[in-house]
Each structure stands twice: as structure tokens, then as C-alpha cells.
């Protein structure tokens, strides 16, 4: 009988849920930046209300961005590289959208490595902030019981 052992290799970074939290972010990411496309260029009945169309897809946009932010939040390792998988496929998504939508790159003045840049930079952020937010509360926590048990003095027996 011969025993195989898997190595680390895709399979096992397919399994990871920070892959999947970022493939499944990403792909929502993309559907957003569809509908937002589509909606402003090619629904002219939406034009007199373009200040809430607008204004709901950057809302919607945002809100499907704190996704990996939410599911690991006491990982900021996980949300970077959550957070810059959904980001390097919405950056796929927006060169795609820059075949059909030629002035694409012009009217937003990047282009999708531009955009793959912002993003790391973004969830990099993200994840310093919950990183330092973490240490602090561990080191408060640390610092209270440090405290309490300092507190407590043991009378001697008489």
C-alpha cells in the first residue's frame, strides 16, 4: 500500500476561509461595479435621480467591503489577505469593464493596478487598526487583572 501525503498546495488554499471570504467578496464586488456601470450608462430613466443612485451604490459598495473585515475581525492577517483577494478580482472585473466601457480608465483617472494598489493599501490599513485595537485590549485586560490580583492582600492567620 502506498500512503500519499498532501503537501501545502492550492487545495489547501482553496479550503482556507480567507480565500473563500475574499473569492465570495470579490465576486459580490463585481456585481456591484456591474450594476453601478449599467445603471449609469445604459438606464437613462435613472439620470435626473443620479445623486441616489449614486450615493446607493457607493453605499452597497461599502457595505459588501466590511465583509472580511466583520468575519475575521480579531485577525488582521486574515482580512488583509481576504481583503486583497476580493480586491485583486474586483481589479480583474474592472479591466473587463474597461473593454465594454472605453472611458472607463479616463473618467476615474486609474487604471486596475492603480486600483489593485488603493485596495492593498486599504485592507492594510484595515488591518493595522484591528491590530493595534486588539493589542490594546489584550494589554488592558492584562493590565486590570494585573491590577485586581495586586489589590487582593491575604490577612495572616492569628
Known amino acids: 500500500m502506498s500512503t500519499t501525503q498532501k503537501g501545502p498546495g492550492l487545495s489547501g488554499a482553496v479550503h482556507n476561509p480567507a480565500f473563500f471570504t475574499g473569492v465570495l467578496t470579490g465576486i459580490l464586488l463585481s456585481f456591484v461595479m456591474y450594476g453601478w456601470l449599467y445603471a449609469a450608462n445604459r438606464m437613462s430613466g435613472l439620470e435626473h435621480l443620479a445623486f441616489f443612485r449614486n450615493w446607493i451604490c457607493l453605499g452597497t459598495f461599502g457595505f459588501v467591503m466590511i465583509i472580511p473585515v466583520l468575519r475575521f475581525f480579531r485577525s488582521p492577517g486574515r482580512i488583509f489577505a481576504s481583503g486583497l483577494v476580493a480586491w485583486f478580482l474586483l481589479c480583474v472585473a474592472y479591466a ?29 490599513g484595515v488591518g493595522v487598526m484591528v491590530w493595534t485595537l486588539t493589542t490594546v485590549v489584550t494589554v488592558l485586560r492584562q493590565n486590570t487583572s494585573a491590577a485586581s490580583s495586586a489589590i487582593e492582600v491575604s490577612t495572616p492567620p492569628r
Not at 98 to 122: D, H, Q, Y
Open 96 to 124: 473587463s469593464a474597461e473593454i465594454c466601457f472605453v472611458n472607463l480608465s479616463n473618467r476615474f483617472a486609474t487604471g486596475a493596478f492603480k486600483l489593485l494598489v488603493m485596495g492593498a493599501v486599504l485592507y492594510g
